[in-house]
């Protein structure tokens, strides 16, 4: 920010949004699409931790196969949407 003292305006806030950009790392990829995480998610679900059945795979791959997929409360919402947009016949 930079402010002269010819100019009237004040000074103008930076695109905070643009300053916070970043990919995501592949663990939130994967929490994203509803995947134990942490290790009260894995005790909730049954289910192992993330962590340990990533083990071995490469964090790129790991977003590869996160970024090719779709959640199953996303496709719930998706079939709700359709549903209730058909018309009574």
């Known amino acids: 920010m930079s402010f002269n003292d010819d100019d009237d305006e004040l000074p103008r806030?930076?695109?905070t949004c643009q300053e916070r950009e970043r990919f995501m790392t592949p663990f939130e990829a994967m929490s994203a699409q509803t995947l134990?995480?942490?290790d009260l998610q894995a005790h909730r679900a049954q289910a192992p931790k993330l962590e340990l059945a990533l083990a071995g795979i490469k964090p790129s791959d790991?977003?590869?196969?996160?970024g090719n997929s779709m959640s199953v409360p996303c496709m719930g919402c998706v079939l709700l949407a359709a549903v209730c947009a058909l018309e009574a016949v």
């Open 62 to 66: 790991v977003l590869k196969m996160a």
């Open 13 to 15: 806030q930076p695109n």
């Open 36 to 38: 134990p995480v942490t």
